[in-house]
């Protein structure tokens, strides 16, 4: 993810994890972070090799309301180059 562009589709087990949607949506504040209806995540995966439509419309998380700027900076900095 560090540089993907474009939405973000969350889908699978972590669908129900609202604190991870929504820190994800304040990291990734400039794309569009999505929460699909697809709790296993393989049900889109399979539509999608059938050539077959679903009636998942994700819906867009919202960020956290705090400031974790610093935080990106200190992780993305330990990150090997």
């Known amino acids: 993810l560090l540089k993907a562009r474009g939405p973000v589709i969350v889908e699978g087990s972590l669908t129900g ?16 972070v999505l929460v699909s209806s697809d709790t296993t995540g393989t049900v889109s995966g399979a539509a999608l090799l059938a050539d ?11 960020p956290l309301h705090v400031e974790i700027d610093a935080y ?7 990150l090997p180059a």
């Open 17 to 32: 994890n609202q604190a991870y949607l929504s820190a994800l949506a304040t990291l990734r504040r400039s794309e569009n």
């Open 52 to 62: 077959v439509k679903i009636a998942d419309e994700p819906e867009q998380v919202e």
């Open 72 to 78: 990106r900076k200190l992780w993305r900095e330990a």
